[in-house]
């Protein structure tokens, strides 16, 4: 079965921080990469996306991820967050071409100190 | 407001009762989606539809059912054959019924089984 990792389960920054939040998968074929967010109290909503191309994405809030494919990875980046950016953060994977799946990650809580 | 819908926001059934949950869309999205989230793990897809009156298993079908009879609602009936029904349920839906479509997300329902 396919399988995405997030090995932050939580993550605690001062404003100004960079930030960088791990995802890992399992898949070796074509793969389409998602970055989702849930702020508090609103609903789950997409981040950013990898299909193909410059594997360097870059999505709403200054945030961007880059798809190595070489390591299995979409790492997510934003160079300084700040304390807006409190939510818990979703890696999804959909595993092949054409394919009707999408594997979540467990989710990462970050938490930004004023 | 465009959006999706669930509720209710929390539910409470004894163990051996089928209970079902209500998802409304009104983005006029043609497939819809069901996912269980349990403590330390992703999304998991239960069920999906790409169109009215046509519905696909996910990854964990068993002991739920579902139907599509219009294209703004898709609800999931929890069956007494579903052996760890509590959970956190949320529907989501897509323009398109490929799984590279974004997905938007309802605020989830908490289901608990005594």
């Known amino acids: 079965a396919q399988s995405v990792s997030q090995h932050n389960h939580h993550v605690i920054l001062s404003e100004a921080a960079s930030l960088e939040l791990g995802c890992n998968y399992s898949y070796g074929g074509t793969v389409n990469l998602f970055w989702y967010v849930q702020y508090p109290g609103q609903h789950l909503q997409l981040l950013l996306k990898?299909?193909?191309?410059?594997?360097l994405v870059k999505g709403i809030k200054g945030f961007e991820a880059e798809f190595i494919k070489s390591k299995f990875s979409f790492n997510l980046r934003k160079p300084s967050v700040q304390w807006s950016d409190t939510a818990e953060y979703f890696c999804a994977v959909n595993a092949g071409t054409g394919a009707n799946n999408l594997f979540f990650g467990t989710g990462t809580r970050l938490t930004v100190i004023p | 407001d465009g959006g999706i819908t669930q509720s209710p926001k929390y539910l409470f059934r004894k163990e051996g009762q089928n209970v079902t949950l209500s998802c409304e869309q009104n983005?006029?999205?043609?497939?819809m989606y069901w996912y269980r989230q349990d403590p330390g793990q992703g999304l998991r897809l239960i069920y999906y539809?790409?169109?009215?009156?046509?519905?696909q298993k996910g990854d964990i079908a068993e002991g739920y059912s579902v139907s599509r009879e219009k294209k703004e609602s898709f609800p999931l009936t929890v069956t007494s054959a579903q052996k760890n029904p509590t959970a956190f349920y949320l529907c989501?839906?897509?323009?398109?019924?490929?799984?590279?479509?974004?997905?938007?997300f309802g605020p989830g329902t908490r289901l608990t089984v005594l």
């Open positions: 990898y299909f193909s191309g410059d594997p």
């Open positions: 539809s790409q169109i009215v009156n046509d519905f």
């Open positions: 983005l006029n999205h043609d497939a």
């Open positions: 989501a839906s897509s323009t398109g019924g490929s799984f590279t479509d974004t997905q938007y």
